[in-house]
């Protein structure tokens, strides 16, 4: 384990590894308690992941790297999801997507200066006849601008 993951963190992550190491197939399940408890799965942990599951580090990179889900390095309070699917994008997620990374001063898989939002692109939200649609957090939001997004970020992290 390494020494930019806190004790706390440390201590979690080794009990997903003992509780998963001997299930069928529990890469995935491992992987989301790592995830669903700490924010993120940490590349530093695969080689204990592949000692555990008797598999390669490249395996366990692969499965990581493979699904979008998945994140390597921590993320914001808050993370905000822009849909790029294509009835979003006949309705202007390109405009917005483009004015909110400007506003808040990152790209796709960044987080802003404060550690406040994440913006990560999604592939349909399922609120289609909203267009365009984010998620906040885990609220979807239909017919949105910039002016409405910057509203819903400054109401979550101020408010």
Do not use: W
């Amino acid at each position: 384990m390494d020494h930019l993951l806190s004790q706390e963190q440390q201590t979690l992550i080794k009990a997903h590894i003992q509780a998963h190491q001997h299930v069928p197939g529990g890469l995935m399940p491992l992987l989301h308690a790592i995830q669903d408890d700490i924010g993120y799965v940490p590349e530093i942990i695969y080689p204990d992941i592949s000692k555990a599951l008797a598999l390669s580090v490249a395996e366990v990179h692969g499965v990581v790297s493979f699904y979008h889900h998945f994140r390597t390095h921590p993320i914001g309070k808050h993370v905000l999801q822009i849909c790029r699917a294509e009835s979003c994008q006949a309705m202007g997620s390109e405009k917005l997507e483009t004015e909110l990374k400007s506003r808040l001063g990152v790209d796709y898989h960044q987080t802003t200066q404060d550690g406040k939002v994440t913006l990560l692109p999604v592939y349909c939200l399922g609120n289609c006849g909203c267009s365009p649609a984010v998620m906040l957090n885990d609220e979807v939001y239909g017919r949105m601008n910039s002016e409405k997004v910057s509203e819903l970020i400054a109401e979550v992290c101020h408010g």
